[in-house]
């Protein structure tokens, strides 16, 4: 069932919690995983324009797509939030980018805090380069090439490397005493933050 539209308007994000459960049944997951990424060299460079887009698709979107779903998630539902390494070590040519990643961790976090009575779980994937139509789309072709040569493992990871983890956080079978964790995928990478 595709729902294309806007994240940063919450009214879509309710029609598209209302949809899904007129359609499905009931709603289990969440997952958030819209983003807006473009390189900027330096803060002078940043317009106020483009840090607005990036928070409100990539926080603000997050925090409309919560509210619509609470309602419907029950006892067992998850919400799985998608970060990123660049919020919690940061990068020199994201700062809007890197800052919204950072305060979807704290997101997770606090959401989990609050939520953990209800029984519904929040986590977070926060992965390091993935190979994805943000890379192309932000990056010179230059830049692409050499995407995820810096990772022990000398490549991004691929999105199908990456879906066992939201898979993982989903299933109350495997991952149904973790809440408030952010799991960070870094193709050999051990630290983070």
């Given amino acids: 069932m595709l729902l294309p539209g806007d994240v940063t308007d919450p009214k879509f994000c309710k029609r598209a ?7 499905l049944g009931k709603l289990d997951i969440l997952v958030n995983n819209a983003a807006f990424q473009k390189d900027v ?22 925090f409309h797509m919560v509210k619509a779903a609470i309602s419907h998630l029950k006892a067992g539902g998850v919400i799985i939030n998608t970060g990123s390494i660049t919020g ?3 990068e ?12 979807i961790h704290a997101f997770t976090k606090s959401l989990a805090q ?3 009575t209800k029984q519904i779980r929040v986590n ?16 010179t072709a230059d830049e692409v090439v050499k995407f995820g040569a810096d990772t022990p493992m000398k490549r991004p990871g691929q999105p199908e490397e990456i879906a066992p ?7 109350n079978a495997d991952s149904s005493f973790i809440t408030g964790e952010v799991l960070t995928l870094l193709g050999g990478g051990t630290t983070a933050g």
């Fill in 17 to 23: 919690v209302e949809q899904t459960v007129k359609t």
């Fill in 41 to 62: 060299e330096s803060v002078e460079e940043l317009t106020e324009q483009q840090w607005d887009k990036t928070f409100r698709t990539n926080i603000y979107g997050y």
């Fill in 88 to 90: 919690l070590e940061g």
């Fill in 92 to 103: 020199k040519t994201l700062l809007d980018y890197s800052a919204t990643k950072g305060a």
């Fill in 114 to 116: 609050q939520l953990v």
């Fill in 124 to 139: 977070a994937v926060a992965p390091g380069p993935v190979w994805s139509p943000l890379n192309p789309a932000s990056k």
């Fill in 165 to 171: 983890a939201y898979v993982f956080f989903a299933s």
